[in-house]
């Protein structure tokens, strides 16, 4: 609406201002060609005229006639000028406008002494007898030296010219309509695209920044649209930015809230646990022999559980602030996995599972921080242990594929599997497939979240294949040289992720 009405204005005023300028030029061009037409038209009549009634001048006087008074008027009417005979004294004889005997000498008259010195004289000058201009020319004449002289008012040319001026005039007048027309096709033009402009500037404006403005021209007009489209989409590009970060703001803040939750909830078990039971003891149990040592252990059993996930906790979140320390260099990969399998084996031979080490080439190296390897692989062993079932394996190993490629290490078990459903969150903080299973072997559900940490501060990667009731086979990466990773690095990209 507003645009509509500012566009109207917009196309008039351009108009009028081009129409305006267009009669300025048409004004400033009549007068200059009016001036330079009636200067040179009044010359060429003036010049024209002269040898004109100088060539009649000579036609009668060389003709013989005797102009007398009686024919001086017929003679005159056929030249169409006025024809006077002077006498060598000055005396006028025949004149065809006037009573000869009443007109004054003409020796002062300039053409006139000039003509009776023997030359053709000219002048032009008001007439005192007739009373108007008049361009005359005289020239000798007679046996006795007198003086033959033609004259034509000079109104006579000025009608000429006049006549020349207005045509010229017109002329002119009309080669402008159609520079009035182009001006005025030129401003409606202009004033079109204007308004095109000012309309998108609107939008933009009131935040809509995915139109876009399709004048591609490349005059002043196609540049300013072509700079407002690139602003267009420089605008639209940083609000998809702004809303992703937003977004990704709101993801954040939704995990960080889950992890409170899982956090207190985490805590709240063990906590009212111990609660619980040391106020059943306080409340007397203390002195029932057959329950407070069992009651006491429970209460230790918490009081680790819990110690284990504030430990798990704290490193989680030294890894990804970049508070972990990394020690890195070159280990044997078949000498890592050899002094993990071996401090894990009390607790599968508790269980009565066989922990299997399948040795790969003995040269292969991998570039990593030995105590951070450990903790990854005790973590997938203490997993293989917990959902293995007795008299299941467990085998740990590593493969290279080429020089300069990571290394891969597994840890395989016969045990439960976890459905393919479960697989993509598996490595979430506080992810358990079965909960209440989970806890009670003791689990946090952090497990996984701190071996993948671990791996990606290393420069590697992790994952899980698994057949449920079959087994599952554990994997994660590292480099076999130096690739540059810092010591202590915070693990940013990570801190979006659960
Ligand atoms: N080898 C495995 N076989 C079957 N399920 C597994 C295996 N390893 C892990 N899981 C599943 O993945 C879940 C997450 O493992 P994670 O190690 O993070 O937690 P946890 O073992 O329950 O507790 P924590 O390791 O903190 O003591 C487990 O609860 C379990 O459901
Ligand atoms: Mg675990």
Known sequence: MTIGRYNGGL?????????????????????????????????????????????????????????????????????????TIVDAKGTVLADSEANPARMENHLQRPEIARALMGEAGFATRHSPTIGVDFLYVAVPYGQSGGALRLAVPVSKIAQRVDDVRGKVLWATLLGFIPSILLAALFSRHVSHRLASIIEYAGKLSQGDFAARLRDTRHDELGVLSNKLNETGSKLEQMVQELEREHSELEKLERIRKDFVINVSHELRTPLASIQGYTETLLDGAIDDPAHNVKFLGIIRQNAERLARLTADLLALSRIELGRQKFQFGSYNANQLIEENTDSMRPISDKKKIDLLVEYTDPEIEVYCDSEAVHQILSNLIDNAVKYTPEGGWI?????????????????????????????????????????????????????????????????????????????????????????GKPESEPVQSQFITP
């Not at 009028?16 to 009549?30: D, M, P, Q, T, Y």
């Not at 060539?55 to 013989?64: F, P, Q, W």
Request: aromatic share 8%.
């Open 395 to 483: 085998k740990v190993g590593a493969k290279a594929t080429r020089v300069g490629e990571p290394v891969r290490f597994y840890v395989e078990d016969s045990g439960t599997g976890i459905p393919p459903a479960e697989l993509p969150r598996l490595f979430e903080r506080f992810y358990r497939v079965d909960k209440a299973r989970s806890r009670e072997l003791g689990g946090t559900g952090l497990g996984l979240a701190i071996v993948k940490h671990l791996t990606k501060a290393q420069g590697g990667e992790v994952g899980v294949e698994s057949v449920v009731n079959k087994g599952s086979t554990f994997w994660f990466t590292l480099p076999d040289h130096d690739i």
């Open 11 to 83: 196309n008039a005023r351009i108009f009028v201002k081009l129409i305006l300028s267009v009669l300025g030029v048409l004004v400033v061009a009549l007068t200059a060609v009016d001036f330079l037409v009636s200067r040179v038209t009044d010359r060429n009549y003036r010049d024209g005229l002269r040898e004109e009634l100088l060539e009649k001048c000579y036609m009668l006087a060389s003709s013989g006639a005797a102009l007398t008074q009686d024919r001086v008027p017929e003679v005159a009417k056929q030249g169409a000028a006025r024809l």
